[in-house]
């Protein structure tokens, strides 16, 4: 679903992070979201960025992000940061959600930088229940680290560690013992997730959360295969060097799309026979095994044929 929203409101929040509250210009609901739902924002030149919502899942009066300002990235940040204004449209996407909060007897959460916004709300909902949770926050100095003075009211259940003062997140004093019930939630920038991977390899499996908003390395082979389209009973060749949401669309057949980089997970389809290779940054162990979806922008096949619900 694609919304018409407005810039209500542009904050500063720390260095190189501003929030937006978007609302609809005609003050209708906005559909509601869960904690770890995102959203894309499209931005002008065919630039689609994901940021996570980070307000209240409860409010329908507005949907709330935070962006940083990528100084190698590829425009989308910049333009939120230097051209988009309060009172200016943009269009949205959304919401989605692939980081979706588990039931669990406790919580730890690690964020890192700009990672922190999706577990804003998922602290709020946990704290709601009275459950265990324990927050360990990083970044680069504590101007740069949003949010901290709203962290404050959580006290203790919250260590903020900016690198420059404590240096690198000390995830082996919080992950080396597998604790039972214990979902871990951590997102952030590439080297804290794989860091944290490293860590929980001995936890119970699943019991680890990332979310990844950069596509993992595709160092895969690329051999052709073929897709066959359920609803049309059609069978379409997928060569080496092009996708399957490429060739699918050139047949004529809508999809969903938005990244096309594996890592925002609208173009999920269904797979009723076959075997994906996943190639995303969406789907967990349990999902790729079960290999009942796929993401068609960047994911391939390890069988002859796939039969897709399309």
Not at 301 to 307: G, I
């Amino acid at each position: 679903m694609t919304l018409d929203l407005v810039v209500a409101d542009k904050e500063k929040l720390a260095d190189g992070v501003v929030r937006l509250t978007l609302r609809a210009p005609d003050g209708r609901p906005l559909p509601s979201w869960e904690p770890g739902a995102h959203v894309d924002l499209r931005l002008p030149g065919g630039v689609v960025r994901q940021y996570s919502l980070c307000g209240a899942p409860g409010d329908t009066t507005a949907y709330q992000v935070a962006v940083l300002r990528e100084p190698g990235g590829r425009g989308g940040s910049a333009y939120v940061h230097d051209e988009l204004g309060a009172g200016q449209q943009v269009q949205v996407d959304g919401p989605r959600n692939h980081f979706a909060l588990v039931d669990a007897k406790r919580y730890l959460f690690v964020a890192g930088g700009i990672g922190i916004t999706p577990i804003l709300p998922m602290i709020d909902a946990v704290a709601e229940t009275g459950r265990e949770w324990q927050l360990l926050y990083g970044g680069r100095t504590r101007s740069s680290m949003a949010f901290t003075a709203d962290l404050r009211r959580h006290g203790d259940r919250v260590a903020i560690r900016p690198q420059d003062e404590h240096g690198l997140l000390d995830l082996p004093a919080l992950l080396a013992e597998p604790r039972p019930d214990t979902a871990v939630y951590c997102c952030g920038p590439e080297p804290l997730l794989t860091a944290a991977e490293r860590q929980c390899a001995g936890w119970p499996e699943g019991a680890l959360r990332v979310e990844r908003f950069t596509p993992v390395a595709d160092d895969g082979p690329r051999t052709a295969f073929e897709v066959e389209l359920a609803g049309s009973g059609r069978v379409l060749t997928v060569p080496a060097g092009r996708s399957i949401l490429e060739v699918v669309e050139e047949s004529g057949v809508p999809v969903l799309s938005s990244c096309q980089e594996g890592t925002c997970g609208t173009c999920e389809t269904g797979v009723l026979d076959g075997i994906p290779d996943h190639r995303d940054s969406v789907l967990t162990a349990e999902e790729r095994r079960a290999g009942e979806v796929m993401m068609i922008c960047v994911s391939r096949s390890c069988s002859p044929r796939l039969v897709l619900d399309l």
